[in-house]
């Protein structure tokens, strides 16, 4: 089929690049000349495993193209989807004003049938928007708006994207959901089809019960400490049950990234509109603010004061496997430890160029490897949990430590590896005594 993908970031791109993957000719579309360039070069703006080999098999068989021209974009697409960008206003409800804008852009060039899809996170009802904005601008126009979330995590979006656990349709006539089933055909995954508005509904839905799982296992966490259990086996035990399930039962320093923080934010704000809050996820949030809070004032607690401590910190990213750090909890705690005047040597696998555009870079110090960021340490913290960090030569990084003291803010380490190579080792909900 043809498609169009209106935004070229992480969504529109990777969806991009999986479409014309499985066949279809795919345009991808973005007012930022600059992105498009970089992409008609054969470069790819961002870290997402397996990604830049895809799009240039897929650009070299002529089935991914890229262009900044709107118009052109929407007369190549049977079916055009919308992946811009939905920041947060400050109260937490989502600005829109970037799919507004599309939704007028494109109705001018609406010159047969088409599904207009929306692929961003929008809160409930923005479909109904959409349609009333281009049949504002285009009368005349034959389309249907259709609502397809995305759930795709970064780190293994192309395997997300091409092994589904499902795929939502969210549509009101016949002749659109057909030619989105078309559409995903290829990818042989289970599909439900609804209307627009629960489509819309169960993204939110979904994103707020995965950060839910996450504030639950922490809020176990803290209880953990003050009663000398273990969360990983606390984790264990509950995760075995089918129902439940082990997986974002992870406890940490909180969840963070460019999803979870707004997404809830936004299904609070949507549900206050409405007129029912959804109370239990301002406590979601509470929690997940709290645990960075807790962690610093363990740390705290061992190093007494902050100030002139030399502090190494492993991982800046939101997450392992990508360069992203918008709404790190890494780069947060770092900011913390700076403001109390600690001297932070800091190293990411993947993040550390965009960190380096960071005012805060000026306030660190960014190494080439991690062994080098425990130089003269005092304590070393691992804020991201990138695999590799479990890999580490501990030997090496003791002999580089000023004292041997670590702070697993991801439970990434091995405990009783960690004490027998003389380390002491602290880590989130890990109060049981070690053997
Ligand atoms: C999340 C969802 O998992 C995707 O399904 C969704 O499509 C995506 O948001 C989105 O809305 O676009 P993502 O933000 O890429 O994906 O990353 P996750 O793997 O969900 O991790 C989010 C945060 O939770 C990270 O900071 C991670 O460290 C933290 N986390 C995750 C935990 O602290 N514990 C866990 O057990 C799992």
């Not at 504002?136 to 795709?152: G, K, T």
């Not at 479990?390 to 990434?412: Q, T, W, Y």
Request: glycine share 6%; net charge negative.
């Amino acid at each position: 089929m043809k498609l169009t993908i209106i935004g070229s970031g992480y969504v529109g791109l990777t969806t991009g690049a999986c479409f014309a993957e499985v066949g279809h000719e795919v345009m991808c579309v973005d007012n930022d000349p600059k992105k498009i360039e970089t992409l008609l070069a054969g470069d790819i703006p961002i870290y997402e495993p397996g990604l830049a080999e895809m799009v240039t098999s897929n650009v070299a068989a002529g089935r991914l193209k890229f262009t900044t021209d709107t118009p052109e974009g929407v007369r190549h697409g049977d079916v055009v989807f919308i992946a811009v960008p939905t920041p947060p206003n400050p109260d937490g409800s989502v600005d829109l004003k970037f799919i507004e804008k599309v939704a007028r852009e494109i109705s001018p060039a609406i010159d047969s049938y088409k599904v207009i899809v929306d692929k961003s996170t929008v809160p409930v009802k923005t479909g109904e928007k959409v349609a009333e904005t281009i049949k504002r601008y285009a009368p005349d126009a034959d389309f249907d708006v259709v609502s397809n979330p995305e759930f795709l995590r970064e780190g293994s979006a192309v395997e997300d994207l091409m092994k589904p656990d499902r795929i939502v349709i969210g549509a009101n006539s016949d002749r659109a959901m057909a030619a989105m089933q078309k559409v995903y055909e290829p990818f042989h995954a289970p599909v439900l089809a609804t209307d627009i508005a629960s489509a819309e509904l169960i993204k939110h839905a979904a994103n707020s019960f995965l950060a839910l799982k996450i504030s639950y296992i922490n809020a176990v966490s803290a209880i953990c400490e003050a009663s000398g259990a273990d969360v990983e086996l606390v984790a264990e035990g509950i995760g075995m049950d089918k129902r439940i399930g082990r997986q974002f039962l992870n406890a940490g320093l909180g969840y963070g990234g460019s999803c979870f923080p707004k997404d809830i934010a936004a299904f609070i704000a949507i549900s206050d509109e409405l007129g029912v809050p959804f109370t239990l996820l301002k406590e979601v949030e509470r929690i997940n603010a709290d645990q960075l809070e807790r962690f610093l004032k363990r740390l705290r607690e061992k190093l007494w004061v902050l100030e002139e401590k030399k502090i190494a910190v492993w991982g800046l990213a939101f997450k392992q496997n990508t360069d992203d750090i918008r709404c790190s909890v890494a780069l947060d705690l770092v900011e913390k430890l700076v403001a109390e005047g600690a001297e932070v040597r800091a190293y990411d696998p993947k993040a550390m160029d965009r960190v380096r555009a960071l005012p805060l870079a000026e306030k660190i110090t960014l190494t080439d490897d991690p062994i080098a960021a425990c130089e003269g340490a005092e304590a070393l913290v691992v804020a991201t949990e990138w695999p590799q960090f479990a890999r580490a030569d501990f030997a090496k990084v003791k002999e580089k430590m000023l004292s041997p003291l670590v702070f697993d803010g991801r439970n990434l380490l091995d405990p009783k590896t960690m004490i027998s190579l003389g380390f002491e080792y602290q880590a989130i909900g890990r109060g049981a005594p070690i053997n």
